[in-house]
């Protein structure tokens, strides 16, 4: 098995499924028989309603691509399989995440917030809850940041992606 | 168009006759009751088994004798899980099956309602693909989409789960339309014959220079009906033919060019001619592990040529020089068409040819002779049989050390003569799909060969052929112990021997397949070998059992220990001093 350079170790696969009970249940019950690792995989209905969009980020130390990108082609239920090659994606992840601030450090935490483009949902007495919506590293950045303050409770979705538009076929 | 109002059961039933089934295996209970009313309405032969892993393997041993799907249907809960090693079984082996499984009613699911279980979840990742059927009207597309993923591209076992609601007359939501207009809708699923010509031309370029070749069959030229194809192939090339033990068949044993079957058990040349060629072009296999003994020194000087209808197979375990994605027997054709047309090459192979030959003449199939007062040789048994039985004779076999001579000292001489469990090495699995090919093919002998442990595991399948009138021939090479598990003991445990001894008095295999109906013998001694198997070929109106009490300190050789290069292959004892 070949082991992919470190910045290629994460795959992002885009996964067109047949919009039916199960589906997910399948793809995941794929990797975990295959022993295939997952770094992330999020999930939500298209623009036509008979299918589904799986964005999957796979880890390749456990696998070869190729490999993961034939046997999810096997299921029946998967339609189409989009490899999105690092550069030539967009990815975005969204993190909400509530910190610990009290009054007289709020200043900071905004100040990483606004240099990081994120938005400030909600203030309590000693806690603020935060949302980011941005790449993975910068979301994975800011998580960094956010922690000395004290992370109360923190929730990513995950990464989404498109190819970009120089890849887009007319 | 013409349509009828009938319910979710009849329009099962209907739907099967519609795909052409004409025999089914299973055993019915309280969820699938609604389908089992119209069966009695039906054109379709039911064979009541005695217990659901029968009705699976039954289904497997019908398909594989005659390449249409085998046809299951049992209840739920436990029903579905008895009938869970079968679907593994022919998910390994890439058997054509369709299992339907009765399911409690839909607005009952997931209340841990009486026999239910999570069938399509468990059976997820052993099925080819699995469907929940939620309404009565999707029952005739659901099936007729079975049907064509089971059969199409690289076959293999398909389970449809049908909640009791949708198949009851009583229940209104079994209401349906039947039409004769229905149309499969699988827009993940296109299974590709065609293949890419720029393939076969590298292959045959790799063909035409290559030294040392070899033909790895396996399997896949069976389900792709390729015999011929092959056959064309390795005469207009003149390469030698090895046939794993899912292929055993698919090349005539009796012709020069096959070298016999390769793997852990296989013979030294197979074995040698693999692990010494320049080329391997696989067809249809898989390199599984039992054929590669440990990766990284298997065939070390190989290019490979590897076609396979699944492109999962390919570059899965062994990196391909030339990876064809296809029909094998498209991509033989056009092979041949190309070899044909464009010449074969002039590489003079002699030298290679004369080493097969010295393999083949200091390394054949043997066994030592039986002394007096020796047990009976199982190796003996087999070669008796094989010597006493018809050409196109079917055997099926468990999994074990009987397998494993009766692969080898068998001469497979026609495709579809051989079954058996080679994936999954399922135990038990040799009288049910004996029973399953001696349905499909009523005129042909069909025998099993068997072991004590595996008789033990389905031998009650013997009444459903007693009472369904199905004359299988057994025979049981009885040593009294787990064999294989009580060889490597031996050879790799310190002769350590761990739960292997069964007993050499019970039961009483006579007295057990007299009472199940069947005619039965017991033979201890040589010289009545071939009389036993002489008047068991007479009996044509019942199943016979014949217990051989062989030997049990007899071990399958030539053997590649687990883990170990195939290099390291194992010799019997009285060739080890031979030149290699």
Redesign the interface.
């Known amino acids: 098995m070949n082991v992919p350079a470190p910045e290629y170790r994460y795959h992002t696969l885009v996964v067109k499924v047949e919009n039916r009970s199960g589906v997910l249940a399948r793809v995941a019950s794929l990797f975990a028989r295959r022993a295939f690792n997952i770094e992330s995989l999020a999930v939500a209905p298209t623009d036509d309603e008979r299918f589904s969009r799986i964005t999957v980020v796979v880890d390749l130390e456990s696998a070869p691509l190729d490999q993961v990108i034939k046997q999810l082609d096997k299921l029946v239920n998967v339609v189409e399989i989009r490899e999105l090659h690092p550069g030539h994606a967009v990815e975005r992840e969204l993190m909400l995440v509530t910190v610990t601030a009290e009054p007289d450090r709020r200043d900071e935490i905004v100040e990483h917030l606004d240099r990081a483009g994120g938005k400030v949902l909600s203030v309590g007495t000693d806690h603020m809850m935060l949302s980011l919506v941005g790449p993975p590293g910068r979301v994975d950045d800011f998580e960094d940041l956010m922690r000395p303050f004290g992370i109360v409770e923190l929730q990513r979705t995950g990464r989404v992606a498109l190819a970009s538009l120089d890849d887009v076929a007319d | 168009m013409a349509t009828e109002q009938m319910d979710g059961g009849r329009a099962l039933i209907r739907a099967l006759e519609e795909e052409g089934v004409e025999v089914m295996f299973g055993l019915p209970g309280g969820a699938i009751l609604p389908v089992y009313d119209p069966i009695i309405d039906s054109s379709i032969r039911h064979i009541l088994v005695r217990h659901e892993q029968g009705a699976g393997h039954m289904a497997e041993g019908y398909a594989q004798a005659t390449g249409r799907p085998g046809v299951a249907m049992v209840t739920s809960g436990p029903a579905a899980t008895n009938i869970v090693t079968p679907l593994c079984d022919a998910y390994l082996d890439s058997i054509p099956m369709v299992v339907i499984t009765g399911q409690v009613p839909y607005p009952a699911i997931g209340t841990d309602a009486f026999q239910e279980c999570d069938t399509?979840?468990i059976t997820?990742?052993i099925t080819?693909?699995n469907f929940?059927v939620t309404e009565a009207q999707d029952i005739p597309r659901t099936i007729k989409e079975a049907f064509h993923?089971a059969t199409t591209g690289r076959p293999g076992p398909v389970l449809v789960d049908v909640p009791k609601d949708i198949v009851d007359p009583g229940n209104p939501r079994s209401a349906m339309t039947w039409t004769d207009d229905v149309q499969i809708d699988?827009?993940?699923?296109h299974p590709q014959v065609e293949v890419d010509p720029e393939g076969i031309r590298a292959a045959a370029d790799l063909l035409r220079g290559a030294e040392r070749p070899v033909l790895y069959v396996g399997g896949g030229i069976l389900k792709a009906r390729a015999v011929e194809a092959l056959r064309e192939l390795a005469e207009l090339t003149g390469i030698g033919v090895v046939t794993t033990l899912m292929a055993r068949g698919a090349f005539p044993d009796s012709h020069e060019l096959c070298l016999g079957m390769p793997g852990m058990h296989g013979n030294f040349t197979a074995v040698t001619a693999m692990q010494e060629s320049d080329l391997l072009v696989a067809l249809g296999a898989r390199f599984d592990d039992r054929v590669t003994g440990k990766l990284d020194g298997f065939a070390p000087d190989a290019k490979v040529i590897h076609v396979d209808i699944?492109?999962?197979e390919?570059?899965?375990v062994r990196r391909p020089d030339v990876a064809i994605r296809g029909d094998v027997r498209v991509a033989i054709e056009a092979l041949v068409a190309e070899l044909s047309a464009n010449g074969t090459g002039d590489v003079d192979r002699g030298a290679w040819r004369s080493r097969i030959s010295g393999w083949q003449e200091r390394f054949p199939l043997a066994y030592e002779p039986w002394a007096p007062g020796e047990a009976l040789k199982p190796q003996h048994v087999i070669e008796c049989l094989r010597d006493a039985t018809p050409d196109d004779t079917i055997v099926s076999s468990g999994v074990g050390q009987h397998q494993m001579w009766a692969s080898q000292y068998w001469k497979f001489d026609h495709p579809y003569t051989w079954i058996n469990s080679g994936g999954l090495g399922t135990m038990g699995f040799s009288i049910p799909a004996a029973i399953g090919a001696k349905v499909a093919h009523p005129d042909r002998m069909v025998w099993a060969v068997d072991g004590d442990g595996c008789f033990q595991m389905t031998g009650q399948e013997l009444v459903t052929a007693t009472v369904e009138n199905i004359p299988i021939k057994v025979a049981l090479l009885n040593n009294s112990y787990l064999g294989m598990v009580r060889q490597w003991q031996e050879m790799f445990y310190d002769e350590r021997y761990s739960e292997v001894f069964l007993s050499k008095d019970v039961p009483d295999y006579r007295m057990w397949a007299e009472s199940m109906g069947c005619e039965a013998m017991r033979v201890d001694d040589p010289d009545e070998v071939e009389g036993a198997i002489a008047k068991a070929n007479e009996v044509d109106d019942r199943p016979v059992v014949i217990d051989f009490r062989v030997a049990a300190e007899e071990k399958v050789y030539p053997m590649v220990p687990s883990g170990a290069s195939n290099s390291e292959l194992v010799v019997p004892p009285f060739q080890q001093d031979q030149p290699r």
Do not use: E, N, R, V
């Not at chain 2, 699988?186 to 699923?189: Q, R, T």
């Open positions: 399509t979840g997820q990742s080819k693909h929940l993923i699988l827009p993940g699923y699944d492109p999962a390919l570059g899965k």
